[in-house]
């Protein structure tokens, strides 16, 4: 099973970054790019940190604990550039209004 993974945890490592910088792209967006990157960023690290040997049990779910408080506030983190308010009404110079440029 670790030798299935090997190369797998490295291409979810690419393809997670490369949706995380397509989520721009409004059809990728539509589709959850953000939130696939994320969880295929999370798996990478996840699961880095278990099969290393040197790192001790209790630290090892102390890491665990502390990618999944990151993994939630990227997941969070998308929603906030989308929910602004209502921008103010601007108001056209005078110079413009005067040769017909409208709103």
Known sequence: ???LF??????ALIVGVLLLFLDN???AHEFGAWPIGCLLCF?????AVWEDQ?????????LIAYLVIALLMLLFYQGFGEDQGEKP???LPPA???????K
């Not at 090997?6 to 291409?11: E, I, Q, S, T």
């Not at 040197?54 to 102390?62: D, L, S, T, W």
């Not at 413009?96 to 409208?102: E, F, N, R, S």
């Open 1 to 3: 099973m670790r030798n």
């Open 6 to 11: 090997r190369y797998g945890n490295k291409a």
């Open 25 to 27: 792209v409004p059809l």
């Open 43 to 47: 798996w990478y690290s996840a699961t």
């Open 54 to 62: 040197r790192i001790g049990p209790k630290v090892k779910y102390g």
């Open 89 to 91: 009404d601007w108001s």
């Open 96 to 102: 413009l209004k005067a040769m017909g440029v409208g």
